[in-house]
């Protein structure tokens, strides 16, 4: 494995299947994402609606995330993988049965994304904390690079091939490609013999998850990483799921636009992605995570004000890069800083923090877009982004707690 001196962790079998397999379902999802996104603009021509859908798929993250931590503590998590991913594939089926039917309603759509988000709940925690098992510590983040890789590679794909396949196949056949593309995922995990390890506890799960809550709030560092993270997540990301409205309403570029709008963000988060995994590690973290908070701040001001399509679609590579980068680095930071037998909850919290509050922060901003517009609720979030990025570039410029060298917890 010569060829991927640059990307060690492919040096690793299992984890050139997971990462291969993940490769192509993550693109299977992000063509459903798109696909969804259009059908429920379609259905209501209404900011609120799409967020409200974006917001039942990410409830479950709140309500769930925890055990799923807790679950992927104690049981092995290859095995809990292979049964949320085949669990996946039921509602990308139902819902293109259901378009192929013509009876398919937007409260449906906000069913079936809720239960894909429940089942998700448990699969994020189990595959990021699977991740250092296929690698171990000291290609970690090299991993956690490759990994985001993959996910924004299929971000940037994904829309692209979902924008034609709907204008050339139609809605539903979005969700019959993404429902064959777990079968790759499904084939990589039985494939892998590593099949993850499992920390017997006889203590209760409400102790095991206040372990894991009390250990973070031990470390100043992660916490001050943590709160920005759930920043973004609440009034930065939620921009994502309006981009239907400024590919339909404000550029007049249909479906097709909107897949460039989807794939530009994915095409800067892949390209922050590849940086991090060719350099292997971040010397100064801080600094680092500060350069990218402010790129996702003001490349998403920009674009909320921008009418010029072009401009609109650099901006977006700019807040991709800055999102990846800040978060992949976060990502690896926290796991590498937690021991081996509470990284399932310690990325559990990660998730819920990252994930669990965007159905929250979907919710407000269609509202907001409702009642004042989608640019203007776009620009005031970004402000509001602006704002936290500031107030964490100031510390980290004047001396904060950020550990730049990871080390090896005791257990």
Known sequence: MAGFSGFSALRFRDFRLFWFGQLISLSGTWMQSVAQGW??????????YLGLVAAAGSLPILLFTLAGGIAADRFRKRNLLLLTQALSILPALLLGILINTDIIAVWMVIVLAFLLGTFNAFDIPARQSFIVELVGRTTLTNAIALNSAAFHSARMIGPVIAGVTIAYLGLAACFYLNALSFIAVLVALSMIQVKGKIHKDSRGILKNLIEGIQFIKSRNDIVRVILLIAVFSLIGMPFITLLPVYAGEIFKAGPKGYGLLVGATGLGALGAALILAFKRDIENKGKFMALATVSVSFGLFIFSISRNFGLSLLMLVVTGW?????????????????????????????????????????????????????????????????????????????????????????T
């Open 322 to 410: 800055g999102l990846v980068s800040f978060l992949a680095t976060a990502n690896s930071f926290i796991q590498l800083a937690v021991p081996d037998n509470m990284r399932g909850r310690a990325m559990s919290i990660y998730t819920f923090v990252f994930l669990g509050a965007t159905p929250i922060g979907n919710s407000i901003m269609g509202v907001v877009a409702d009642v004042i517009g989608t640019p203007r609720a776009v620009t005031l979030s970004a402000i509001l982004c602006i704002a936290a990025s500031t107030v964490f570039t100031m510390k980290i410029f004047r001396g904060s707690d950020i550990v730049n060298s990871y080390e090896t917890p005791r």
């Open 39 to 48: 059908l429920v603009y379609s259905l209501t021509k209404s900011p609120f």
